[in-house]
């Protein structure tokens, strides 16, 4: 009996190393994805997808804010610019506490509005129709809970070609299905459908061709490489790369139209039913992000919003 100890103890200790193994391996940029619940008073209203970016101090590497990226209509339960009636009054979210559990969450709620009513988000200003904001999280909701981990401009600045066709993934919560022991999204491939230089129907927006649901709305869109990928300058290079290209907002639907001949007369065509998709995505490019982030004033938003929320 005492000659298998040593072989049991050594099955052990490598399946524990086996398990830490496979903890070290999680894409950290899974841990920066959350689902992101409107809730009005106590009930669930919707539920989206956000992900954690953060600006830095002048050193270049310690967290200064940190925000939560999503969408207007995330945040509001309306489409941009919509006179309607806002659907929640806060949004709750999750950090993942650790960088190796990803059992290791926590949840954090946060008013949407002040006392008096305007938003605690903040928009891009020179684009008020882009379905984009950032929530600014103060420290106090993260700080001594853990290691945080989070999307900054660097994502957005690595050195990889985007162009039609190249590989992009979408990490969210559709219908709300997702492991739920850990808090960890689903990983959506698709490919960008148009010219990602080029602003598509004059809005900082390309499209990706992807299969999306409701509850991926606010979800990161990533382009990948886990081997040969091209640099801005055109040089092959081999490697795993990550770079943030855009926040998803909507997939696109069809709304049809009845076709007729030169005369006018109505032609009987096989047309596409009311609701049916293209499997096109709206993507709104990373740059909205990354100036709103920038223009941030820190100080005049804890003086004159944090400190009036309801």
Do not use: C
Not at 15 to 34: D, I, K
Not at 138 to 151: A, E, W
Not at 244 to 273: E, H, Y
């Amino acid at each position: 009996m005492k000659s298998l100890i040593p072989a049991l103890v050594a099955v052990a200790l490598l399946f524990t190393a086996t398990t830490a193994a496979r903890q070290a391996e999680l894409e950290p940029m899974s841990l920066m994805t959350t689902p992101a619940l409107l809730i009005n008073g106590n009930r669930q209203v919707s539920q989206g997808t956000g992900f954690l970016y953060a600006t830095t101090k002048p050193n270049g590497r310690d967290i200064d804010m940190v925000f939560l990226a999503t969408n207007y209509h995330v945040v509001t339960g309306n489409e941009p610019m919509s006179a309607a009636r806002a659907q929640g009054d806060r949004l709750q979210f999750y950090f993942h506490a650790s960088r190796t559990d990803p059992s290791n969450y926590f949840p954090v709620n946060i008013p949407l509005y002040t006392k008096t009513g305007e938003p605690i988000w903040v928009q891009n200003q020179q684009f008020p129709e882009a379905d984009v904001v950032l929530v600014p999280i103060v420290s106090t909701l993260y700080d001594g809970r853990g290691q945080l981990t989070v999307f900054s401009e660097a994502h957005t600045q690595v050195d990889m070609k985007a162009r039609p066709s190249s590989q992009a993934v979408l990490l969210g919560y559709p219908y709300g299905f997702f492991d739920t022991r850990n808090f960890l999204p689903v990983w959506k491939t698709g490919h960008l459908a148009t010219e990602p230089s080029v602003d598509f129907q004059g809005q900082p927006v390309f499209l990706v061709d992807v299969s999306a649901f409701p509850g991926m709305s606010g979800a990161p869109v990533v382009g990948v490489s886990n081997g040969v990928y091209e640099t801005e300058s055109g040089a092959m290079m081999t490697g795993v790369q990550r770079k943030l290209l855009g926040i998803f907002s909507a997939m696109r639907m069809v709304k049809p139209q009845a076709s007729v001949d030169a005369t006018g007369t109505p032609i009987a065509t096989a047309v596409p039913s009311p609701g049916d998709s293209l499997q096109l995505g709206y993507v709104w490019k990373a740059q909205l992000i990354t100036d709103i982030a920038r223009t941030f004033n820190k100080e005049e938003w804890l003086e004159k919003i944090w400190k009036n929320r309801r």
